[in-house]
T-cell receptor
Framework: KNQVEQSPQSLIILEGKNCTLQ??????????LRWYKQDTGRGPVSLTI?????NTKSNGRYTATLDADTKQSSLHITASQLSDSASYIC????????????FGKGTSLLVTP | GAGVSQSPSNKVTEKGKDVELRCDPI?????LYWYRQRLGQGLEFLIY????????KSGLPSDRFSAERTGESVSTLTIQRTQQEDSAVYLC?????????????FGPGTRLTVT
């Protein structure tokens, strides 16, 4: 069973609207959680990284939250733009294995005019 | 500076043929990773190189898959006797330190199609 589950699988929103993507994980012990943006035909690019003690982190219009107690994270996108259309991937690192990352399947976001 | 580069960007091959995929990491990055991304699936870890240590090959799906890295530079992923289920995007990433402690930077990937 995948240790990182993302929802929704896909999402369509109008340009200018906000949206929130969810990530639930069972990875333990927890080291850090990253959100990546992957444009079509490109490699993933890191948006945010959070450790156990961090509850929220922003990167421009992207704000990630982390609840380490419930093992949940969210990525909120404000005032969406057409260029936000991409796959958003949640990645959780196990602190016992510093290099092995646990990837979610991603949420495919389409922003329409 | 230059990011991680991969070649070729696309590769179409016939079932049973061997293929070689190349990754040029960011200069100075000691760690290099290969991943496979099947359509609609998350990234699967394949293999990890760290400096001169023995690589972690625990993610390789079969003995048809192998990878090499010369020092802290170029890496090649070889798939022998390709099968249709090998069709996927193969992503390479590098990091200055093991990824638990530093960011991984991904290349654009090689899209492999086995016909």
């Amino acid at each position: 069973k995948n240790q990182v589950e993302q929802s929704p699988q896909s999402l369509i929103i109008l340009e200018g609207k906000n949206c929130t993507l969810q990530c639930n994980y069972t990875v333990s012990p927890f080291s850090n959680l990253r959100w990546y943006k992957q444009d079509t035909g490109r490699g993933p690019v890191s948006l945010t990284i959070m450790t156990f003690s961090e509850n929220t982190k922003s990167n421009g219009r992207y704000t990630a939250t982390l609840d380490a107690d419930t093992k949940q994270s969210s990525l909120h996108i404000t005032a969406s733009q057409l260029s936000d259309s991409a796959s958003y991937i949640c990645v959780v690192t196990n602190s016992n294995s510093g290099y092995a990352l646990n990837f979610g399947k991603g949420t495919s976001l389409l922003v329409t005019p | 500076g230059a990011g991680v580069s991969q070649s070729p960007s696309n590769k179409v091959t016939e079932k049973g043929k061997d293929v070689e995929l190349r990754c040029d990491p960011i200069s100075g990055h000691t760690a290099l990773y290969w991943y496979r991304q099947r359509l609609g699936q998350g990234l699967e870890f394949l293999i990890y190189f760290q400096g001169n240590s023995a690589p972690d090959k625990s993610g390789l799906p079969s003995d048809r898959f192998s990878a090499e890295r010369t020092g802290e530079s170029v890496s090649t992923l070889t798939i022998q006797r390709t099968q249709q289920e090998d069709s996927a995007v193969y992503l390479c990433a590098s990091s200055y330190l093991p990824s638990g402690r530093s960011e991984q930077y991904f290349g654009p990937g090689t899209r492999l199609t086995v016909t």
